[in-house]
T-cell receptor
Framework: NAGVTQTPKFQVLKTGQSMTLQCAQDMNHNSMYWYRQDPGMGLRLIYYSASEGTTDKGEVPNGYNVSRLNKREFSLRLESAAPSQTSVYFC????????????FGQGTRLTVV | RKEVEQDPGPFNVPEGATVAFNCTYSNSASQSFFWYRQDCRKEPKLLMSVYSSGNEDGRFTAQLNRASQYISLLIRDSKLSDSATYLCVVNIRGYGKLTFGQGTILTVHP
């Protein structure tokens, strides 16, 4: 009963390095999301995908790219990491109904030095 | 103006106290509403949905006021285990995405 699985759980990058955060869900959900959470800032939406093959920018998309590879997977890529991208990243998924609950992965703690 | 706004607190209350949180939303097309709970360094989890008629789950009561565009969460008889961050969430009709408030920190002390 995996739900939403994110990898890795922890990562340290040097400024300018690139990496991809992976997310997969096994609940047959259409919608998937990437959020970042910084102290005192709450959850801010980076990108979301309402269905396979579609992605839309959220509140803070600069510096990130996403790929909805199929219905299960939604990856987040940092092409050139910056210290300002140090944060906790959460992937989430939800069904299509308006009252649907969102389920979150356990988060990725990323530090850019 | 943020789409969803909450008083960040922190709220520090003794065990047994009643505490209430409010959340306002700016988009009148908001269609569904939720409260999530987030424990320190953990992922958010659904606490309860919020319905127009109001709903209760044990010590927790959620209310929605569409005219004034706010939702509330009331916690009665607070327990130490209620210490967490409470997140207000709205789903805007036609947008297919959930928008989170910044969260309200609650600490319940002995």
């Amino acid at each position: 009963n995996a739900g939403v699985t994110q990898t890795p759980k922890f990562q340290v990058l040097k400024t300018g390095q690139s990496m991809t955060l992976q997310c997969a869900q096994d609940m047959n959900h259409n919608s998937m999301y990437w959020y970042r959470q910084d102290p005192g800032m709450g959850l801010r939406l980076i990108y979301y995908s309402a269905s396979e093959g579609t992605t839309d920018k959220g509140e803070v998309p600069n510096g990130y790219n996403v790929s909805r590879l199929n219905k299960r997977e939604f990856s987040l890529r940092l092409e050139s990491a910056a210290p300002s991208q140090t944060s906790v990243y959460f992937c989430a998924s939800s069904g299509s109904g308006i009252d649907t609950e969102a389920f979150f992965g356990q988060g990725t703690r990323l530090t850019v030095v | 103006r943020k789409e969803v706004e909450q008083d960040p607190g922190p709220f520090n209350v003794p065990e047994g106290a009643t505490v209430a949180f409010n959340c306002t939303y700016s988009n009148s097309a908001s269609q569904s509403f939720f409260w999530y709970r987030q424990d320190c360094r953990k992922e958010p989890k659904l606490l309860m949905s919020v319905y127009s008629s109001g709903n209760e789950d044990g010590r927790f009561t959620a209310q929605l006021n569409r005219a004034s565009q706010y939702i509330s969460l009331l916690i009665r008889d607070s327990k130490l285990s209620d210490s967490a961050t409470y997140l207000c969430v709205v789903n805007i009709r036609g947008y297919g995405k959930l928008t989170f408030g910044q969260g309200t920190i609650l600490t319940v002390h002995p």
